[in-house]
């Protein structure tokens, strides 16, 4: 049997339809001491859709700089 990690419990949940992904944050918070979760719920809820990513311009900078990627 494979080990569960953090990460993959938290890469399986990022695989779950928005849906699902809202159920298990409800039952989530009704576990104790939900508040910390509540919290982290309600930051991802004001963020999204807002975040952006970079511009190709940006992208292509990054990718060519060789202190940042290393080449």
């Known amino acids: 049997m494979a080990e ?5 419990v938290l890469d399986a949940a990022r695989r779950l339809p928005i ?14 001491d939900a508040s910390r979760l509540a919290d982290a719920l309600a930051a991802v809820e004001g963020t999204r859709g807002r975040m952006k990513l970079p511009d190709l311009e940006t992208l292509r900078w990054v990718a060519e700089d060789e202190e940042l990627c290393g080449y």
Request: net charge neutral.
């Open 19 to 32: 849906d699902a992904q809202h159920r298990l944050a409800v039952e989530l918070l009704k576990q104790p």
């Open 4 to 8: 569960t990690t953090y990460s993959s």
